[in-house]
Nanobody, 116 residues
Framework: QVQLVESGGGLVQAGGSLRLSCAAS????????MGWYRQGPGKQRESVGS???????TYADSVKGRFTISRDNAKNTVYLQMNSLKPEDTAGYYC??????????WGQGTQVTVSS
């Protein structure tokens, strides 16, 4: 049974930083692409960024230069370092894993709230 468990969310002031973690189990982590998605109040879920098997990363334009995704295959964990946070970054943040194309597995999410 695949499980993705996010942690690290919370309340932070604008300009601050948070690091989210997603611990994966039940899959061969190193062979899966991993990604972070978010869903703000009244908004559709959107991709924040992804990290692929070889380490290549992609980011949404809205977070480029502020957010960094990394992975530790030895710990089966993917991270999302978020700097210079803005109120519009407030959302539930979800970890996802997939082999090809679209996510096969989702975490339960962790809430990030950025106060102005």
């Amino acid at each position: 049974q695949v499980q993705l468990v996010e942690s690290g969310g919370g309340l932070v002031q604008a300009g601050g930083s948070l690091r989210l973690s997603c611990a994966a189990s039940g899959l061969i982590f190193s062979t899966n692409a991993m990604g972070w998605y978010r869903q703000g109040p009244g908004k559709q879920r959107e991709s924040v960024g992804s990290i692929f098997v070889g380490g290549t990363t992609t980011y949404a334009d809205s977070v480029k230069g502020r957010f960094t995704i990394s992975r530790d295959n030895a710990k089966n964990t993917v991270y999302l370092q978020m700097n210079s946070l803005k109120p519009e970054d407030t959302a539930g943040y979800y970890c996802a894993a997939w082999k090809w194309g679209t996510p096969d597995y989702w975490g339960q999410g962790t809430q990030v709230t950025v106060s102005s």
